[in-house]
Structure formats: structure tokens, C-alpha cells
């Protein structure tokens, strides 16, 4: 009975292991996702890259404490990066109307509310 504890005790172990890394690799892949995303932003909005270093900080740092519930960069995950970008611009940035305006328009591009962001923002 002990022998057979232990056994079960090691394919609980690598059953969790495995999990572990699925969720870690599913992790870097959205981040990598993210980066690029970030990146393709603020190129198109003409925002500085250190924007994008401090709103990748404030993404790592929401998401250690929030569980985003979708796979990949859906419509969560885009919400919360849309929100952190427009937090660290409005830090970071000397706005231009055209900025502004390029940040705006995403928010309308992936049918998010104003509302919706401002609420996320608050987060």
C-alpha cells in the first residue's frame, strides 16, 4: 500500500510539473505577443519606446496579481495592455493631438468602450 502511495504520490507530481510548464510557456508566448503588439502601437502612435518598457512593467505587475481569463491575447489580455499603455503615455508622453487621437481610435478598433477603459485603468 505504501509502494503504491509513493507511485501515486510521483504521477501527481508530474502531472503538476506539467501543468506548471504548459502555463509558464503559455505565459511567454502571450508576453511575446504583447511585446510585439506594444511595439506595433507605438511605432503607428509615435510614442517613445520607454513607454513601452514601463507598460510591459505594469502588465507583469497586474498579472502577478490578476488572472486574466482568456488564452492567448484576446480580448482581456489586449484590454489590459490597451489600459496599461494609455496609463504610461499619459505618464511618459507629451501627447500630440495625433497621439492622443491614435490611442483613441484602438480603443474604438477592438470595441472597447470608454467606460470599459477608464474602469480597467482604475484597476
Known sequence: ????????????????????????????????ALVDLLLTLVDRCGLQRPTVYMTLNLVDR?????????????????????????IMAKYNETFTCQGFSCLERLVRDWGFS??????????
Not at 505504501?2 to 508576453?31: C, G, N, P
Not at 488564452?71 to 484590454?79: A, Q
Open 1 to 32: 500500500a505504501e509502494q503504491k502511495a509513493e507511485q501515486m504520490a510521483e504521477q501527481v507530481a508530474m502531472l503538476i510539473a506539467k501543468q506548471e510548464s504548459t502555463l509558464v510557456r503559455h505565459y511567454y508566448d502571450f508576453r511575446r
Open 114 to 123: 470608454n467606460e470599459s477603459m477608464l474602469e480597467m485603468e482604475v484597476q
Open 62 to 86: 497586474y498579472l502577478l496579481l490578476n488572472h486574466v481569463q482568456d488564452n492567448g491575447l484576446n480580448l482581456n489580455h489586449r484590454l489590459v495592455a490597451l489600459a496599461a499603455l494609455r
